[in-house]
């Protein structure tokens, strides 16, 4: 993105390019949105839009940018408590979330990088976990690496599901069905000997 205006009609500006192109997104898939689309969206010139970015791929990563920021805070406060993955507040930020950006980012192709650094943010915060728990053993049998990894990916292939059916389930239930498939056998190669 361009430099970063602070003053209210650039932050406006902002705001209106970033919904048009969310809405565009959950219409049609990303490489068939086209600027004058976002233009004619957000009701702005092509001079104000190109102030402010540079193509639509920087509006695509300004609102990667957003949302990875946003689920990292999560991931954060998750971190504190010592919990495995935070996989009860991402469900809760995805369900109550009033904009509409992560779920177009999930269900467009154009969300991968948005997943790709969710899912290294996860195996950062695991890891140490992980290395926690399994201080007293002195190698476990399946590297830690390739645990965060499993569960990073296996948590964010069960969200990506869920948000592109519409959740149909509510966050805590699919905390539950979460917790029931894919800890167990993680737990079971802590308890090995």
């Known amino acids: 993105m361009k430099q970063q205006k602070r003053d209210r009609r650039s932050q406006r500006t902002q705001r209106l390019v970033s919904s048009a192109f969310t809405e565009l997104?959950?219409?049609?898939?990303?490489?068939?949105?086209?600027?004058?689309?976002?233009?004619?969206?957000?009701?702005?010139?092509?001079?104000?839009?190109?102030?402010?970015?540079?193509?639509?791929?920087?509006?695509?990563?300004?609102?990667?940018?957003?949302?990875?920021?946003?689920?990292?805070?999560?991931?954060?406060?998750?971190?504190?408590g010592q919990r495995i993955i935070p996989s009860l507040e991402l469900f809760v930020h995805a369900y109550v979330s009033t904009n509409q950006q992560l779920r177009a980012l999930i269900c467009s192709s154009a969300g991968n990088p948005l997943l790709d650094a969710l899912?290294?943010?996860?195996?950062?915060?695991?890891?140490?976990?992980?290395?926690?728990?399994?201080?007293?053993?002195?190698?476990?049998?399946?590297?830690?690496?390739?645990?965060?990894?499993?569960?990073?990916?296996?948590?964010l292939t069960l969200f990506k599901w869920w948000v592109t059916a519409d959740m149909p389930y509510p966050p805590e239930q699919m905390e539950?069905?979460?917790?029931?498939?894919?800890?167990?056998?993680?737990?079971?190669?802590?308890?090995?000997?």
């Not at 219409?27 to 957000?42: M, N």
């Not at 990292?72 to 998750?78: E, F, L, S, V």
């Open 25 to 80: 997104m959950i219409e049609k898939s990303y490489e068939k949105i086209l600027v004058q689309d976002i233009l004619d969206r957000a009701g702005i010139g092509r001079t104000t839009f190109y102030a402010h970015y540079f193509d639509k791929e920087d509006v695509l990563n300004h609102i990667i940018e957003q949302e990875l920021a946003m689920l990292t805070g999560h991931i954060a406060q998750a971190a504190q």
């Open 119 to 155: 899912q290294a943010a996860l195996c950062r915060l695991i890891e140490p976990t992980r290395s926690t728990l399994c201080a007293e053993r002195r190698s476990p049998p399946i590297p830690l690496p390739v645990v965060s990894e499993y569960l990073a990916g296996a948590f």
């Open 176 to 193: 539950s069905i979460f917790q029931q498939l894919a800890l167990p056998g993680v737990r079971a190669m802590l308890k090995e000997k």
